[in-house]
């Protein structure tokens, strides 16, 4: 699992509306990645919704923010319309990059253990080195943390 001052695992994936998006095409700007168990839930909505209204503050702070599940970009496509998203969301629909930021863990819900993605966000900065993790997110005020973190890296 990387941690602070790792160099962040490269990735090229996927996205929403079509495209890939490749980490080591971003270097030279902050990258926010948040983890999230599926979409259209509860919390994975609502949490996407607060990087979206806040898309604007990131890219001011410098960073580019992305969304990542192991849904298919037909799901994520989905999941963009019904709620109105302007988050990229990249798909890792075989978990590659899941277990390569060791994310991907069991999970215990009501005594049944299986295995899934831990709400996760890991800023990177613009060297791609990992300045920051949260791991077993609360969705509460984590978008205004993670913001703050950025600016932090910034200034």
Request: charged share 20%; net charge negative; aromatic share 10%.
């Given at each position: 699992m990387p941690d602070v001052?790792?160099?962040a695992p490269d990735?090229?994936?996927p996205r929403d509306g079509g495209g890939e998006i490749s980490l080591s095409d971003l270097r030279g700007r902050a990258v926010v990645l948040f983890f999230y168990p599926r979409d259209d839930t509860p919390g994975c909505t609502k949490e996407s919704i607060g990087f979206s209204q806040d898309l604007q503050s990131f890219a001011d702070a410098g960073a580019q923010v992305f969304g990542i599940s192991k849904d298919t970009v037909a799901k994520h496509d989905k999941f963009v319309a019904k709620h109105d998203l302007t988050?990229?969301?990249l798909s890792d629909a075989d978990g590659t990059m899941c277990e390569d930021y060791g994310v991907w863990?069991?999970?215990?819900?009501?005594?049944r253990k299986s295995m899934g993605i831990q709400r996760?966000?890991?800023?990177?900065?613009?060297?791609?080195k990992i300045a920051r993790v949260w791991h077993k997110v609360k969705v509460?005020?984590?978008?205004a943390e993670?913001?703050?973190a950025v600016r932090a890296l910034q200034g």
């Open positions: 001052s790792d160099l990735f090229t994936l988050t990229p969301l863990v069991e999970k215990n819900m009501y005594g996760s966000t890991f800023l990177i900065d613009a060297q791609g509460d005020g984590h978008v993670v913001l703050d």
